[in-house]
């Protein structure tokens, strides 16, 4: 017992004497930089000591202490306190500053948004070792692939990320960085085997059985998509991932996880790109995670001095923007095209029903489409194409949907089959309202109002037909397409449900489509079809069959 108390003694900055106000840079027995605030006492001193965030009473030595950062540095200095020198030095030393002039990237295919052009430099300051927190759908994945850009020498580049979006970095890649020496190689399953691209994209499930061949391909640079995947730190990826944060002088970790929500998340992120910054997991876990021991162990799941903690990562390794203060940047609606890997065995189903309607359209080349008296049988191959195609894709695309909620925000999610709607509520029976054919009508305006007006009803999923229209939803600024209409006129409907007056947000629209699939062509149509609705004047939309036969003439 009395060598705790001597530990827990040294552990506080010493008592010292009161004779003026100032503020001294000091540390914590665990080397944990700290502010010791001294002042003779006085009530008026006291209440601004009271405003600086983390600031901290210690009883036995007698003394206010506060975490480093330029937010309580100011509140002193604004109220003339001495600011011990060393203090400056060490906040100088530890606050990035990003070169406010924009960026130039030579090669980069398509144009940043101004504060992604200062992401791109806040990583150049870091020199390639930083998080990107910004909010869902600010474009994390291209502020990334911008820095490598600028950075063709620093190769090969290891992309660690969750399986459904390996597809979608990779066409990202593509249309960013364009044809050039870049060569980018996905690896799927734990077979080893050479590695030949100077971009390897590999997601978090297999990393542990390529560790070693990752290694010894002598990377340069490790960027971690979601990477509170890491949060665990007892998990063989987590162990991995750490692994390579060592053998690499750069390492990105890009997250849309809010901080202020799961700061245990962001731990194994925080060392692994500068461990500087934390001494400690116990340090750690008390300050922020609000730690408490309940007779079994330390229970982290919680947040306390949140602000300090955001002003510590942001004045060192972390740029984050919310949407609303970057909206003024973005259009009012982004529309993202997300290719899905498809399960292989259902990818099989898919090929060889993909063949018998090849088949079937070859025994009746020739014939006219008007003459054709079996387009309703057309018709039935198509929906088949189309149900394995989105039932080969939802694992992939539960994943994604599970990632985005994850971030905080709410969803609004489109499909057509009642097998869709019903595996989604299953998935997410806490947090879901479903409103298709099957909804009665209060029912209807009970899913609406709760997905409006709940914080934890954070997913809506809906039937195009029953929810495209007529109802609002905009408590969510983001829509996903796990089924396509026929029309681009009922997409838009569908779309504008959170498009809508009242929504404070940009819109971002995902098609989330099984790659190399009739979703994909359906999409390609629709879009073309989109694009001539709006260039008319009165908005007149073709009819259904329409897009169908243009999806047979296309096969």
């Not at 200062?118 to 600010?138: H, S, T």
């Not at 190689?185 to 390897?200: A, D, E, P, R, Y």
């Not at 049988?377 to 198509?382: P, V």
Request: net charge positive.
């Amino acid at each position: 017992m009395k060598q705790s108390q001597n530990v827990k003694q040294n552990m506080m900055p010493k008592p010292y004497k009161i004779n003026m106000r100032q503020a001294i840079l000091t540390q914590y027995g665990d080397g944990t930089p700290t502010v010791k605030i001294q002042f003779p006492f006085n009530p008026e001193d006291i209440a601004i000591v009271k405003t600086i965030p983390g600031r901290k009473w210690n009883p036995e030595a007698r003394i206010w202490t506060c975490p480093p950062t330029s937010q309580a540095i100011q509140i002193l200095d604004d109220a003339a306190f001495v600011i011990d020198q060393k203090l400056r030095a060490h906040l100088k030393a530890k606050k990035v500053k990003v070169n406010v002039a924009p960026i130039v990237i030579p090669g980069l295919k398509k144009k940043l948004f101004a504060f992604q052009n200062e992401g791109v430099a806040f990583l150049q300051a870091r020199n390639g070792r930083a998080l990107i927190g910004d909010d869902m759908g600010l474009g994390k994945t291209v502020q990334s692939i911008a820095w490598l850009q600028l950075n063709p020498q620093k190769r090969p580049a290891i992309i660690v990320v969750p399986a459904s979006v390996k597809l979608n970095w990779q066409k990202e890649i593509k249309e960013w960085m364009g044809p050039g020496p870049n060569k980018v190689q996905i690896i799927t399953g734990k077979k080893i085997s050479k590695l030949s691209g100077n971009i390897i994209i590999i997601n978090y499930d297999i990393i542990e059985a390529w560790l070693q061949t990752l290694i010894d391909f002598s990377p340069q640079v490790v960027i971690c998509d979601e990477i509170q995947y890491c949060k665990n730190g007892k998990t063989k990826r987590t162990k991995a991932v750490r692994t390579l944060s060592r053998k690499v002088p750069h390492f990105i970790g890009l997250s849309g996880t809010p901080i202020v929500n799961r700061p245990i998340e962001l731990f194994n992120a925080i060392q692994m790109i500068d461990n500087t910054i934390m001494p400690n997991w116990q340090t750690y876990v008390r300050r922020y995670c609000a730690a408490k021991h309940n007779g079994f162990g330390l229970v982290v799941t919680g947040a306390s001095n949140t602000q300090e903690l955001h002003e510590l990562l942001s004045e060192s390794l972390m740029i984050r923007r919310t949407k609303k203060e970057v909206l003024t940047d973005l259009p009012d609606k982004t529309i993202s095209f997300f290719p899905l890997e498809m399960e292989p065995d259902l990818e099989a189903e898919y090929n060889e029903a993909e063949d018998n309607f090849l088949h079937w359209m070859k025994t009746r080349r020739g014939q006219a489409a008007a003459e054709r008296a079996s387009f309703a049988q057309a018709l039935a191959e198509i929906e088949v194409l189309k149900q394995v195609a989105v039932e080969a894709k939802l694992p992939h695309a539960i994943e994604w949907i599970d990632d985005f909620l994850d971030t905080g925000e709410k969803l609004v999610v489109f499909c057509t089959h009642k097998f869709v709607v019903d595996t989604l509520m299953k998935e997410f029976s806490k947090e879901a309202v479903r409103l298709d054919g099957r909804t009665s009508g209060p029912d209807r305006q009970l899913a609406v109002d709760k997905f409006q007006n709940e914080p934890e009803t954070r997913l809506f999923v809906g039937n195009i037909q029953a929810a495209g229209v007529g109802i609002t939803l905009t408590a969510a600024s983001s829509v996903a397409f796990l089924e396509l209409p026929w029309t681009s006129g009922s997409l838009r409907q569908a779309e504008d449900r959170v498009h809508r007056i009242g929504q404070k947000n940009a819109v971002n629209v995902y098609y989330l489509l099984a790659e190399y699939t009739i979703e994909e062509k359906i999409a390609t149509l629709l879009d073309d079809k989109r694009k001539v609705l709006d260039s008319v004047l009165d908005g007149k939309e073709t009819e259904d069959s329409s897009l169908i036969m243009d999806l047979i003439e296309n096969y």
